[in-house]
């Protein structure tokens, strides 16, 4: 016998991942929130005008921000995706489980916490689809989101995208309050509420600027 | 006119290999002030003696009596029938061992994970029987006190979803139990060592933050608040050691 047999190797070492991991799921959903929502407020400005639309465009171009930022911004959509997906089951039976228990519990933080997994792998899909079409036929222009919403497949595909990213987005601002204790119990009722309308109004917009497309004249802009 | 209550209550006793699970159908009218827990005693005694559930205090002290209620878990001695519908439903607490019908082995599971996360004062100090007790400012005695008050009922387990999925999270009592000592300058523990215990996706990292356990919860304990604190607390932990080395093996003794 050379020596002891090494018991310690049996004690987990203390490990700091997950405390990185729960930062960087919360920073990229962040992230992801402040972007979606410039997001939406720079596309509706085609409501304003197609130029101001365009200038704006133009001005991320010029400035390599939408050839850069654009695929920083899908790495992070992918990052935060394979962050968060650590809490969706995997397996059928536990996705039974959460299922039932839901619809158990008649609790609607709960079915929000659902809501946000569904849409989630709806986002993943259509998310990465809308990103490769718009970054691929670069530059942006009024004209050809018109065009491309005026074909109907894509007007549809924007009508079914719009709410799933603002509701994702919605309850994952509404979640980072609430999980790491910037509301507080006294305020949560406030801000479920702040959050609905807030989501709601985005949705409005989102319509508003689906349809301005698919009636703006594409000759001339 | 008082109200005929229709009870469907779960059945199902393991012990037996005749027993199969199902939902039993009692009638009772309602009295004034009935609370589910008479009416349950009330139909053991008048309509079913084999009907298995768990009391003791009938004043949400023990915190024996937890069930899902109408699919909200909560405690049937604190819970008013004039609050229900005329058709309620009872269940027993999922995430626990079933003993029988309504009744779960809530006991085994708090011993374990009080176990798992150290779930006493930590001190090096030599005990003297003889010295007077240490004086603490009377508004950490109180917001201590405020944690404390948890009955281990299991209410906050059983709604949570993180809990129903993954066996080994320890949930939102747990969460608040260590928030306590955290709290308590007389456990000695320091930030990291805290961090051993729940700094990990069995503790505050595996919480969603679906506020289950806060909206169930019949001690109304500010989960909510306490699982927030906890959380920024360990995050914060967790990255101000990011570029210190591990230290090896489990934390010291006391």
């Known amino acids: 016998m050379s020596s002891s047999v090494d018991t310690a190797i049996f004690v987990k070492p203390p490990t700091r991942v997950s405390a990185y991991l729960d930062w960087l799921q919360m920073l990229t959903g962040a992230g992801l929130i402040m972007f979606m929502w410039s997001h939406m407020v720079l596309v509706a400005s085609v409501n304003i005008g197609p130029n101001v639309m365009n200038t704006i465009a133009y001005f991320f171009e010029a400035t390599y921000m939408a050839q850069v930022g654009g695929p920083i911004i899908a790495a992070t959509m992918l990052v935060h995706f394979i962050l968060a997906a650590r809490k969706i089951p995997y397996t059928s039976e536990a996705q039974g489980v959460i299922w039932r228990h839901a619809r158990m519990l008649h609790h609607t933080d709960t079915w929000l916490w659902l809501i946000q997994a569904l849409t989630a792998m709806i986002i993943l899909i259509m998310g990465s689809v809308h990103i490769w079409t718009v970054l691929t036929n670069l530059p942006i222009t009024a004209a050809k989101s018109a065009m491309r919403v005026q074909g109907g497949f894509w007007g549809v595909f924007y009508l079914i995208l719009l709410p799933m990213v603002e509701l994702h987005v919605g309850i994952g601002f509404y979640r980072i309050g609430v999980k790491w204790g910037f509301i507080k119990r006294s305020g949560r009722k406030k801000f479920h509420r702040f959050e609905n309308i807030w989501t709601g109004v985005f949705i409005l917009i989102g319509l508003i600027t689906i349809i301005r497309l698919w009636t703006l004249p594409i000759a001339g802009n | ?254």
């Open chain 2, 1 to 254: 006119m008082s109200r005929q209550l229709k009870f469907n209550i779960f059945r199902f006793n393991p012990e037996d290999p005749k027993s199969e699970p199902h939902t039993d159908t009692f009638m009772l009218e309602e009295t004034p002030s009935l609370t589910l827990f008479i009416a349950l005693n009330k139909i053991r005694e008048e309509q079913d003696p084999s009907l298995m559930f768990d009391f003791a205090c009938r004043m949400a002290i023990c915190g024996s009596c937890g069930m899902v209620i109408n699919g909200r878990p909560g405690l049937a001695c604190k819970t008013l029938t004039v609050e229900l519908p005329e058709e309620i439903t009872l269940m027993p607490l999922p995430v626990f061992k079933l003993v029988g019908d309504l009744s779960v082995d809530t006991g085994t599971w708090f011993r374990q994970t009080n176990t798992k996360i150290e779930s006493w004062i930590h001190s090096d100090q030599e005990f003297d029987p003889e010295s007077v007790e240490e004086r603490m400012e009377n508004d950490l005695a109180n917001s201590i006190f405020e944690l404390e008050r948890c009955i281990e009922c299991g209410c906050c387990v059983a709604s949570c979803g993180t809990a129903n999925m993954r066996e080994d999270f320890v949930g939102a009592f747990a969460l608040n139990r260590i928030s306590r000592f955290i709290m308590d300058p007389r456990d000695k523990r320091t930030d990291p060592e805290y961090f051993e215990v729940v700094g990990t996706d069995q503790g505050i990292f595996g919480c969603m933050g679906l506020l289950a356990c806060e909206d169930v919860c019949p001690r109304e304990l500010p989960l909510q608040d306490q699982l927030g604190i906890l959380r920024r607390k360990m995050a914060f932990v967790g990255l101000k050691n990011i570029f210190k080395p591990k230290e090896k093996g489990r934390h010291r003794r006391f």
